[in-house]
């Protein structure tokens, strides 16, 4: 029972870091040149989640929906994290 908690604890932290990115990317936009975007626990979680969604981006390409401003790839990370926990049986 702890391993699937443990599990779970960690696709929740692959959630976070997925949202803290898509919040970083847009405070980015609005933020301009801030000191504290270029800290290093924000480079981290920026690197963190463009690796998290990286084969996500590449699939969504392949599949020809990466077109246009908006990213996509957050939403069907989220998506299959959320399948995945399902199918394991913690979600």
Known sequence: ME???LI???FQ??????FAGVVLSWVEVGAGRASWL???PINLIR?????ILRP???FLERIGLRRGPIDFSPVVAWL???????MIGIG
């Not at 932290?13 to 997925?18: E, H, N, Q, R």
């Open 38 to 40: 270029y800290s290093p």
């Open 47 to 51: 690197e963190l989640s463009f690796q």
């Open 13 to 18: 932290a692959i959630l976070l870091i997925i």
């Open 80 to 86: 299959a994290i959320v399948l995945i926990e399902r």
């Open 3 to 5: 391993i699937l908690y």
């Open 56 to 58: 996500f981006r590449l």
């Open 8 to 10: 779970h604890l960690f």
